[in-house]
């Protein structure tokens, strides 16, 4: 403290400094506590929005059920336990073959450089955002009775009859479960390889280790985290599908979430209904707080690596890898997309009401058939307009995801406690029945004061639930990545709470931004299960309208959904080549 004998200039000067570290340290503090001490605070608008558009139409349409007396009832409890040993068995398998498939393709697009790599990475990654009925109308053009390749070996061989039958059986939902989920494992697992140093590797092969030695000793211990986050995630999204098992297989197949929608909207059986959704919600509640413990130790490893590089294949064994699995990945991914708009544009079977042979041709008709309305039917919206829908709710999808992600997105880059108790309430609904939920806000938002049951405005909310952990998972690691210091010396300097995410956090984080915007935007556009519930029959979308033509026979109105399952997989495959651009570009940014 300056004295009475210092002269006046220096007081002044050490009066500013003083001040200045106070300023500092205020400022500093400041910027703490709104940043990292506020994890309710930020977490508040995403729990109200679950709260009201989530639990609140759970809760109402579970009351119904619990209520009666059959809710536990011998026969409810039969067909609860049946179904739920069905799912878990269906979804360990679908798991394990995801993982032999998976595995592999991690380590090619983490080690080697080839042609087309981009590409391919990208084309992996299309169909887990596919609906499920462009999906099974894939793999319906390539593997049905009049596939493409029944139909070739038929010509070929000149048999009577399909030889390939694999739809309605439970390799078709195998197949689709690993069509649909191989790129978690490409992406989680191959980030996870992307990081290790190949050194330590080679230290082990210098000490004597066999190559099998080294790499159970040394690479898995560092994957093994990566690999059970990557197996949780995939086991969680086969333990809840429904769209893959109700249209590739067949009646006999029944999960959890199949056998609630034919308790609920065939049979009427709430009770029973209900007790199926509360034994997939605690299910998907545990899976999801191992799958958040398993994230975390997965990012705690990848902010300690950098990213080792990549090659061309040098030796004859690694040609031969990558070459073979690309041939794989490629029959699995490419040619059920393939099979989509070649079927769009070929003639194979008669139109409704039409009995003569038909001559296989190359033709326009379904496609312009989209835009006629030949039955006058009042409900009738052309693809035009079912498109337009289906991007205004994918719009106002980005813009919800994107406000509710990025504060909870903030909290989990530096998580608390609280942080990490909250994170597995995100995954819940990407675990509830979309049929439960469907009802739910039906019964919900059916009567005042929250009748909003007419409003067009239930499906993008539906879909924000659906797109928000994502986004949330897309903006994370961004945000995990800026230095801290960077805000500190920004904070230091005077600048205020918004002036320091505005100056220092948004500029790093707006190529991830844009990944997790055209992440909500795709999934909008794809979702089906809610939509089919919820959308008004003049505001279709066009997972809907796809629908609405596989449901009705011929081969004109199946032609026209192929038509229309294009057009969608056209959308969702920019979407995706979108977020793998800001992905490169983020990464060499």
């Known amino acids: 403290m300056p004295n009475r004998h210092t002269p006046a200039g220096h007081r002044d000067a050490e009066s500013a400094e003083l001040f200045s570290k106070n300023a500092k340290k205020k ?93 391919l990475r990208a084309l992996t990654a299309i169909p887990f955002m596919l609906p499920t009925v462009v999906v099974a109308a894939g793999f319906n053009a390539l593997l049905g009775a009049r596939g493409w390749l029944n139909l070739t070996l038929l010509d070929f061989f000149g048999l009577e009859s399909p030889p390939i039958k694999v739809l309605y059986t439970l390799g078709a939902i195998l197949l689709a479960h690993v069509f649909y989920n191989t790129t978690i494992v490409i992406r989680v697992v191959g980030n996870a390889i992307s990081r290790l140093d190949p050194r330590l ?48 297989g067949g009646p006999e197949f029944a999960t959890i979430e199949v056998e609630i929608f034919v308790q609920t909207m065939s049979m009427l059986n709430l009770p029973v209904a209900a007790l199926l959704s509360l034994i997939q919600l605690l299910c998907t509640l545990a899976f999801s707080i191992l799958y958040s413990k ?74 312009e058939e989209l835009f006629i309305n030949r039955r006058g039917s009042r409900f009738y919206v052309p693809p035009i307009q079912a498109a337009q829908n289906s991007l205004q709710y994918a719009g106002i999808t980005v813009a919800l995801s994107l406000l509710l992600g990025f504060p909870v997105a903030s909290a989990l880059s530096k998580p608390t406690r609280i942080d990490r108790a909250l994170d597995p309430i995100l995954m819940l609904p990407l675990g509830a029945s979309a049929v439960t939920l469907g009802l739910g806000f039906i019964i919900a938002f059916s ?28 903006l994370q690691p961004a945000l995990t990545s800026i230095p801290q210091r960077y805000r500190e010396a920004a904070a230091m300097l005077g600048a205020s709470p918004f002036r320091v995410w505005i100056e220092i956090d948004f500029p790093i984080i707006f ?17 089906f299960g809610a939509t089919s519930l919820l959308a008004r029959p003049e505001y279709p979308t066009i997972p809907t309208a796809i629908y609405r033509f ?40």
Do not use: C
């Not at 005042?448 to 897309?474: G, K, Q």
């Open 294 to 367: 398993a994230l975390a130790k997965t990012n705690t490893q990848n902010q300690r690596e950098a990213l080792a590089p990549t090659r061309r294949p040098k030796s004859l064994r690694e040609r031969a890898f990558t070459y073979s699995l690309i041939s794989i990945l490629f029959s699995l991914f490419v040619l059920p997309m393939l099979a989509l708009p070649l079927r769009s544009v070929s003639q194979l079977e008669a139109n409704r009401g039409e009995r003569a042979s038909v001559q296989t041709s190359l033709t326009t008709d379904y496609y």
């Open 27 to 119: 400022s500093l503090k400041s910027w703490r506590t709104w940043r990292l001490g506020g994890s309710l605070k930020n977490w508040a608008p995403a729990l109200l929005f679950l709260g009201l558009f989530f639990f609140y139409p759970l809760v109402k349409i579970l009351a119904l059920g619990v209520d009666s007396p059959d809710f536990l009832s011998p026969e409810s409890l039969k067909i609860a336990i049946d179904s739920l040993g069905f799912t878990l068995w269906q979804a360990l398998l679908s798991m394990l073959l995801t993982l032999f498939v998976g595995l592999p393709a991690a380590y090619l697009f983490a080690r080697f450089d080839f042609r087309g790599k981009s590409l």
């Open 511 to 527: 190529r991830a931004s844009l990944a997790a915007a055209t992440f909500a935007f795709t999934v909008s556009l794809g979702e």
């Open 201 to 248: 590797n080679e230290a082990g092969r210098l000490l004597g280790a066999t190559p099998w030695r080294a790499f159970w000793r040394v690479t898995m211990p560092l994957l093994r985290p990566s690999i059970f986050a990557a197996a949780l995630l995939v086991f969680l999204f086969d333990f809840t599908s429904f769209g893959v098992i109700l249209l590739l």
């Open 447 to 474: 009567r005042p004061p929250l009748n909003w049951i007419s409003s067009p405005f239930l499906v993008p909310l539906a879909h924000t639930m659906i797109a928000l952990p994502f986004v949330i998972r897309s």
């Open 550 to 589: 596989l449901s009705q026979p011929g081969g004109l109105n199946y032609g026209q959904a192929m038509a229309m399952a294009t057009i969608l997989m056209a959308l969702t495959t920019i979407g995706i080549f979108v977020i793998e651009k800001m992905r490169l570009s983020n990464a060499e940014w």
